[in-house]
């Protein structure tokens, strides 16, 4: 089996942000994307939970980006401009894929 390798971005930021996010990727030529909503956690101004908030204005989301690594500084740079205007972070790891014309 032939393994490829790519790059996985994961942005966490507030959930209003999403669409903002989304669109962004969507002019970025991304191929695809994953969004999951992120119950809790804990960061710099300490533990958070989305329990008990009454609309998403409190809530954060997860959303994971792969990408070949020719392509990291094209999506990276616009992403990093819209989350670092927001409570958000942004990570780049390297994976491993076995589907290379997904990414």
Do not use: C, Q
Not at 51 to 75: F, R, Y
């Amino acid at each position: 089996m032939e393994l490829h390798a790519r790059k996985r971005i994961d942005i966490v930021l507030e959930a209003p942000v999403l669409k903002r996010l989304t669109d962004l990727l969507d002019r970025l030529d991304v191929t695809g994307y994953t969004v999951l909503p992120v119950l809790g956690g804990k960061g710099h101004h300490g533990v958070w939970s989305r329990e008990g908030l009454p609309s998403s204005a409190g809530a954060m989301v997860s959303v994971t980006v792969i990408t070949a690594e020719e392509n990291l500084d094209a999506v990276l740079e616009p992403v990093f401009t819209l989350v670092k205007r927001h409570i958000g972070i942004v990570t780049v790891s390297d994976v491993t894929v076995l589907r290379s014309d997904r990414f």
